[in-house]
T-cell receptor, first 115, second 116 residues
Framework: AQSVTQLDSHVSVSEGTPVLLRCNYSSSYSPSLFWYVQHPNKGLQLLLKYTSAATLVKGINGFEAEFKKSETSFHLTKPSAHMSDAAEYFCVVSVVVSGNTPLVFGKGTRLSVIA | GAGVSQTPSNKVTEKGKYVELRCDPISGHTALYWYRQSLGQGPEFLIYFQGTGAADDSGLPNDRFFAVRPEGSVSTLKIQRTERGDSAVYLC??????????????FGPGTRLTVL
């Protein structure tokens, strides 16, 4: 079975400072890993995905994540936070099994950005 | 193009009633997923369709929950004898099964179900 653990339920940063949202995963197979963002009253939006290509993955809005197999981690970073980054972020793992790829979500990290 | 749409956006019902939640996937996406997101939690998998058939319904919590996709496009999630614990946001996602977006799920805005 696969699972993800998001190490912080809430992260607060000042505008213009770096963002780090931490995620560890567990998977019996080579996983696909994702970060999704959910703004209030909006649908889930894919930020970036890792599917066994480059270990450093660049996503939208300046976010990136690095897959570290030795640490079973997939932390999300951004050099400089904007007010618009305030949202809920989900780390997600998926394993393809007979064509079915249900996503397994972490519990989420709420990012607050202070002016 | 149009994304995944879900109707209604909000549904308030009374305990014991029957409800139907609808999902319109992105045109051409053969895979369709339902998830449930309870307050303060990440979404949890309910059921997966490949075409018209439910390929995996292992996430459905009990036999009050059922979903169909008769023509391989629109899907309906049906909940019988609703309970207060069914209150949640129900999310639908669709996915192509070929191409560079393979294995990427596109989510709808969800239906917020409240059972009084």
């Amino acid at each position: 079975a696969q699972s993800v653990t998001q190490l912080d339920s809430h992260v607060s940063v000042s505008e213009g400072t770096p963002v780090l949202l931490r995620c560890n995963y567990s998977s019996s197979y080579s996983p696909s890993l994702f970060w999704y963002v959910q703004h209030p009253n909006k649908g889930l939006q894919l930020l970036l995905k890792y599917t066994s290509a480059a270990t450093l993955v660049k996503g939208i809005n300046g976010f990136e994540a690095e897959f570290k197999k030795s640490e079973t981690s997939f932390h999300l970073t951004k050099p400089s936070a904007h007010m618009s980054d305030a949202a809920e972020y989900f780390c997600v793992v998926s394993v393809v099994v007979s064509g079915n790829t249900p996503l397994v979500f972490g519990k989420g990290t709420r990012l607050s950005v202070i002016a | 193009g149009a994304g995944v749409s879900q109707t209604p956006s909000n549904k308030v019902t009374e305990k014991g009633k029957y409800v139907e939640l609808r999902c319109d996937p992105i045109s051409g996406h053969t895979a369709l997923y339902w998830y449930r997101q309870s307050l303060g939690q990440g979404p949890e998998f309910l059921i997966y369709f490949q075409g018209t058939g439910a390929a995996d319904d292992s996430g459905l919590p009990n036999d009050r929950f059922f979903a169909v996709r008769p023509e391989g496009s629109v899907s309906t999630l049906k909940i019988q004898r609703t309970e207060r614990g069914d209150s949640a946001v129900y999310l639908c996602a669709s996915s192509p099964t070929r191409g560079d977006k393979y294995n990427e799920q596109f989510f709808g805005p969800g239906t917020r179900l409240t059972v009084l």
